[in-house]
């Protein structure tokens, strides 16, 4: 069981999050976790997810205990979720997430099937005895992306010349880290015996940077100068996403070492040699 902050019609009650009937250890692709909402003391509220977005992770925590050898994974964070390192949830006694749940939304199964995701490998792997490391990323970009994340994305738009050139979320702040440096994160969290069940932030927090001006950035690497338009952000995104690599750092003494400059111009030239 986890416990939480429910926020309720902008109220902000205690929340727990447990299997709704089976044992934990008995997890399918399909599950259903039932939300207890904390009302003075008294759980007067109940709200029954289905969490359908699991199957992926439940195959590598499988993978991971029948050839009890480490399987490489991770998550990026949920909508909203807090950047703070939190525990797991399991059996045991409820433990603290910093993580706020607006029940109002239902984007949250995605949201709920990532801790969950998260919690049954650090459990599962723990029970098999075999050392496991969840690698929660932010934001990484580069070559061999596909053309679905912002930075490849906008790269492709820039070099077809799209003028005026739209921005969705301008006004919001991301934190973007080379996959070079992500890698390298993940190596030394692979060597370090004190990372095992820890649930560890992944990025890059040295240059948090406005959407708008990563767009000028994306545009002046490729070459171009059009008109940038601002657009609303989509329904429910964040405004700002900064992650917290303190727990990285005490681990591993990681810092990242791609400016993003630098990141951005081996990206558009990867994309520029085989898309353009």
Known sequence: MASGVAVDGGEQVPMFLRPAGSDPVSLGPDLTFEFLVDRDRGLTAHLVVEVTQVGGVLSVVKQAVEREGAGVGGSQPAPDQDDGDQPPFGSGPAVEVRWRLNLAKPGYAYAISKLLGEAAFVHATHDAGIRATVG????????????????????????????????????????FCFVVDAVEAMVRLMAEDRSAGQIVHIGDDTAETNIADLAKLVCRVAGVSPTIVPRPAPPGSVRRRCPDLSLLRSLTAYEPATPLEEGVQRTVDWYRARYV
Do not use: C, K, T, W
Not at 142 to 166: C, I, K, S, T, Y
């Open 136 to 175: 929660r990323f932010h934001n990484i970009y580069g070559p061999r992306m596909g053309q679905d994340h912002v930075v490849p994305e906008m790269a492709l738009r820039a070099m077809r010349n799209e003028d005026p050139f739209l921005v969705p979320g301008a006004d919001q702040f991301r934190s």
